[in-house]
Nanobody, 121 residues
Framework: QVQLGESGGGLVQAGGSLRLSCAAS??????IAWFRQVPGKEREGLSY????????VYADSVKGRFTMSRDHAMNTVYLQMNNLKPEDTGLYYC????????????????WGQGTQVTVSS
């Protein structure tokens, strides 16, 4: 079991920045990712990090604006979000899986409770 807890969400104006954190504990995982849930839409994968070397892959929707990073011990991962847009509004989750290359939410085993991000125009 992996326990995950997100924090750092809030209300920000368009063009602003936020940094989300995801604290992980429990079992070892291979991949940790950030997802976004907007009401009425499917949960969207934003960024995926491989634990072995810290490699990150970004979705096109956030490439160049969002940066995923981690602390050295891999206990916490971050999502730095810059130049936020109203369409970035949603509930942000971190999740883990044992397999690299997985992008669909149903392929992820453990999830945090989510943190709300609201971007006003």
């Amino acid at each position: 079991q992996v326990q995950l807890g997100e924090s750092g969400g809030g209300l920000v104006q368009a063009g602003g920045s936020l940094r989300l954190s995801c604290a992980a504990s429990g079992s070892v995982y291979h991949v940790i990712a950030w997802f976004r849930q907007v009401p009425g839409k499917e949960r969207e994968g934003l960024s995926y990090m491989r634990s072995t070397d810290g490699s990150v892959v970004y979705a096109d929707s956030v490439k160049g604006r969002f940066t995923m990073s981690r602390d050295h011990a891999m206990n916490t991962v971050y999502l730095q979000m810059n130049n936020l847009k109203p369409e970035d509004t949603g509930l942000y989750y971190c999740a883990t899986t044992q397999f690299w290359g997985m992008t669909a939410p149903e392929e992820y085993d453990f999830w945090g409770q989510g943190t709300q991000v609201t971007v006003s125009s």
